[in-house]
């Protein structure tokens, strides 16, 4: 009996580790209907201060840590990189596009918006690299796609959420101010990070490995902010349960269709069966690592008239979801190996 304890113990203690990331995740969003203070219209100013320090100290360590011979080692071959790329910016947005029509009169057009800006968003780079080293996949090939899917976005991601933006709302939101914004916040700092990794590269390496924790923590931060935003400004009091279930059923749906819609083309493309694993995970998976401060920055330079926090649901869903499919996936692809 003392030995089945421990073992359940160990396993307990195992799983909190393992899932450490998603479960500050959820910390974060109660915390802000706790403590929202931080979202009241006097704080705001302040706190988006914060949050553009957080988008760029995001993407300075990962400059740091960006190791980029490593990643030229994936360049080959090419059509999984087209392959993955296509998923990530096009069918992924139109298989979106389709699943928001019916769900148009269920949700809001908050909530609807959130399902397009999760379609355009990037690739996962950590996870889905770690999912293909534990699948026995191509590591190379996915660290290479995931970085090229990440540096892609940075311009395609403001160019097709404006666009969306600007159809929405009937209002013509500029690019140019979100650009800039974007160059301050993630080109300058990335960029910088890329500077200090070639000149100084032990102690950058030594940073970096150091630091890995910075990045989760200023998207706790974003995440919260956000949330704390919204529970101020009232909205979700006039959010359903049944609306929140139905974002859930709907996210869920996508991410399987998604999953399954990749896995089968992706034999169609004659790859090797390592080289298929990481297409899978690149090509499926959704990066809120990326993506939230993107968003983030394109929200605050379009100065939308709509609670962003709504918009942020379907992604903050999406993480958890993907990780959770990704896991179970990996016994399965070993087993094909």
Not at 53 to 67: D, H, K, N, T
Not at 229 to 239: A, D, P, Y
């Amino acid at each position: 009996m003392v030995a089945f304890q421990t073992a359940l113990n160990d396993e307990v203690i195992y799983w909190v580790r393992q899932q450490g990331f998603m479960l500050l995740l959820c910390a974060a969003v109660l915390m802000a209907f706790v403590w929202p203070q931080p979202g009241h219209a006097n704080a705001v100013g302040y706190a988006d201060l914060a949050a553009d320090l957080s988008v760029a100290l995001i993407f300075f360590v990962q400059g740091l840590s960006l190791a980029t011979k490593k990643m030229l080692a994936g360049s080959r071959p090419v059509r999984l990189h087209v392959f993955v790329l296509g998923w990530n910016f096009i069918l992924f947005p139109a298989l979106a596009s389709l699943l928001n029509a019916p769900m148009s009169f269920l949700l809001g057009q908050e909530l609807c918006m959130g399902f397009w800006m999760l379609a355009i968003l990037p690739t996962t780079i950590a996870s889905a690299t770690a999912l293909t080293a534990a699948s026995g996949g191509a590591v190379p090939q996915a660290i290479f796609v995931s970085i090229l899917s990440n540096l892609l976005a940075v311009l395609l991601v403001p160019l097709l959420a404006v666009a969306y933006l600007s159809h929405a709302s009937g209002a013509d939101v500029s690019l140019f101010p979100v650009l800039i914004k974007l160059c301050w916040l993630v080109l300058l700092p990335l960029a910088l990070g890329q500077c200090l990794r070639r000149s100084c590269r032990a102690w950058s390496i030594a940073v970096s490995q150091r630091a890995r924790w910075l990045p989760q923590v200023a998207i706790l931060y974003i995440v919260y902010l956000s949330f704390a935003q919204t529970v101020s400004s009232g909205v979700l009091t006039t959010l359903s349960i049944g609306r929140l279930l139905t974002v859930l059923c709907g996210v869920l749906l996508l991410l399987l269709l998604v999953s399954g819609a990749v896995w089968r083309s992706s034999g169609l493309i004659n790859l090797g069966p390592g080289e298929r694993v990481a297409a899978f995970y690149a090509a499926s998976q959704k990066s809120i690592a990326t993506g939230l401060p993107l968003l983030t920055a394109v929200f605050a330079a379009a100065s939308l008239p709509w609670d962003t926090g709504l918009i942020l649901v379907p992604l903050i869903v999406y993480h958890p979801l993907q990780l959770l499919l990704g896991g179970i996936l990996v016994p399965r692809f070993n087993e094909r190996a």
